[in-house]
T-cell receptor, first 114, second 114 residues
Framework: AQSVAQPEDQVNVAEGNPLTVKCTYS??????LFWYVQYPNRGLQFLLK??????LVKGSYGFEAEFNKSQTSFHLKKPSALVSDSALYFC????????????FGGGTRLMVKP | ETGVTQTPRHLVMGMTNKKSLKCEQH?????MYWYKQSAKKPLELMFV???????ENNSVPSRFSPECPNSSHLFLHLHTLQPEDSALYLC?????????????FGPGTRLTVT
């Protein structure tokens, strides 16, 4: 079975400061990892993914994520937060043998204050 | 979000009504999904269609009936719903090929059951 944990329901950060949204996972085999963002009354929007290669993955809107195999983590980061980054963020994982099934975390609400 | 469209965007229905949700993907994908997103609950996978064939039914009550007439269209037929079925229903699509497991979501249908 595969699972994802997002330990923080909400993350608060001041505009201009760096942000981190945490994600840990459990899968069989090598993981495929994803981050999505959801703005109010909208669907989930794909931000970035890790399959293999460089542990630091860059995605849309200046976001990046770092894959850490030993800690089974895939934290989302951004060097300088914007108020417009305030949204709900979801981490997702696909493990070996999972077909095309993704397992999503419970989501973390990011609040960026001016 | 224009790659996956959903109609209607909002739906209010009584418990005895019958209605249908429609999803269309314009991305050339061969897999489609229905998810339920309730307040304060993780994203729940409901149904999966790969190459128009249903491959997953995640213990969804029979009052929800999916239909996938072709790889671009997905419907969710609703009848005799309960108030607890009120939620955001999200459609997604993906390509089953290589390492392209990321799913692309529509904007969702906000369903209210009265």
């Amino acid at each position: 079975a595969q699972s994802v944990a997002q330990p923080e329901d909400q993350v608060n950060v001041a505009e201009g400061n760096p942000l981190t949204v945490k994600c840990t996972y459990s899968v069989s085999g090598n993981p495929y990892l994803f981050w999505y963002v959801q703005y109010p009354n909208r669907g989930l929007q794909f931000l970035l993914k890790y399959i293999t290669g460089d542990n630091l993955v860059k995605g849309s809107y200046g976001f990046e994520a770092e894959f850490n195999k030993s800690q089974t983590s895939f934290h989302l980061k951004k060097p300088s937060a914007l108020v417009s980054d305030s949204a709900l963020y979801f981490c997702a994982v696909r493990g070996q043998g999972a077909g095309n099934m993704l397992t999503f975390g419970g989501g973390t609400r990011l609040m960026v204050k001016p | 979000e224009t790659g996956v469209t959903q109609t209607p965007r909002h739906l209010v229905m009584g418990m005895t009504n019958k209605k249908s949700l429609k999803c269309e993907q314009h991305l050339g994908h061969n897999a489609m999904y229905w998810y339920k997103q309730s307040a304060k609950k993780p994203l729940e996978l409901m149904f999966v269609y790969n190459f128009k064939e249903q491959t997953e039914n995640n213990s969804v009550p029979s009052r929800f009936s999916p239909e996938c007439p072709n790889s671009s269209h997905l419907f969710l037929h609703l009848h005799t719903l309960q108030p607890e079925d009120s939620a955001l229903y999200l459609c997604a699509s993906s390509q089953i090929a290589g390492d392209s497991y990321e799913q692309y979501f529509g904007p969702g249908t906000r369903l209210t059951v009265t």
